[in-house]
């Protein structure tokens, strides 16, 4: 079944970086996009970015412009979320989800969902 | 970015019917489009909606998605004490190209 498997939890200092992993498996890597999404400690679904399992093109959230990059490893199958001049504010959890884009075939619109989360990431900066 | 409104709890007792509506829309937001998740404290989200009121495989049919005017709202019928969870609608905005989640909404099954 499919499996987004992200790495375990990181402390950082403030001003460092970090680059957290989403291994995926069970479908094809390149017909799907990733999803980052943040939760800050008792608040709600932040959304980061996303990035083309197939391209690699990439949107970010205006909030997260300029100090965050998604890559992707396609022989590996794993995506990264990387975020630098990182503050105490940062200290959340952040999962990546697989983005499904599907077409709303009386319209001709495509819409987007996420239908598989990972594992999330803690990340505390201190 | 913009978050979408949502009631900050709702609660009800077992067997009662829940609703969790979610509005704010925009009009570059595909708001037909509209997905829902369910949250349990400490785990990852997990799909339960979708294209507005699809339900993925495994999803029990109590749960079911709707739209009405300027409102999508996520229906859950007798609830269960197992479904005590935060619900997050959310939704791509063309306009934008982001997705734009609710503020969330805490179930208490009483």
């Known amino acids: 079944q499919v499996q987004l498997m992200q790495s375990g939890p990181e402390m950082k200092k403030p001003g460092a970086s970090v680059k957290v992993s989403c291994e995926t498996s069970?479908?094809?890597?390149?017909?799907?996009?990733i999803t980052w999404v943040r939760q800050d400690p008792g608040q709600g679904l932040e959304w980061v970015g996303w990035?083309?399992?197939?391209?690699?093109?990439?949107n970010y959230g205006q909030k997260f412009q300029g100090r965050v990059s998604l890559t992707i490893d396609t022989p590996t199958s794993t995506a990264y979320m990387e975020l630098w001049g990182l503050r105490p504010d940062d200290t959340a959890t952040y999962y990546c989800a697989r983005r499904i884009r599907a077409v709303d075939g009386r319209r001709g619109i495509y819409y987007y969902y996420m239908d598989v989360w990972g594992t999330g990431t803690t990340v505390i900066v201190s | 970015q913009s978050v979408l409104t949502q009631p900050p709890s709702v609660s009800a007792a077992p067997g009662q019917k829940v609703t969790i509506t979610c509005s704010g829309f925009t009009s570059n937001v595909g708001s037909d489009f509209i997905s829902w998740y369910q949250q349990f404290p400490g785990t990852s989200p997990k799909l339960l909606i979708y294209?507005?009121?699809k339900r993925p495989s495994g999803i029990p049919g109590r749960f079911s998605g709707s739209m009405s005017g300027a409102a999508a709202t996520l229906t859950i019928a007798g609830v269960q004490t197992g479904d005590e969870a935060d619900y997050y609608c959310?939704?791509?905005?063309?306009?934008?190209?982001?997705?734009?989640f609710g503020s969330g909404a805490r179930v208490t099954v009483l």
């Open positions: 959310g939704v791509w905005d063309y306009g934008l190209s982001l997705y734009v």
């Open positions: 294209d507005g009121n």
């Open positions: 069970g479908y094809p890597f390149t017909s799907a996009g």
């Open positions: 990035i083309s399992g197939y391209s690699g093109n990439t």
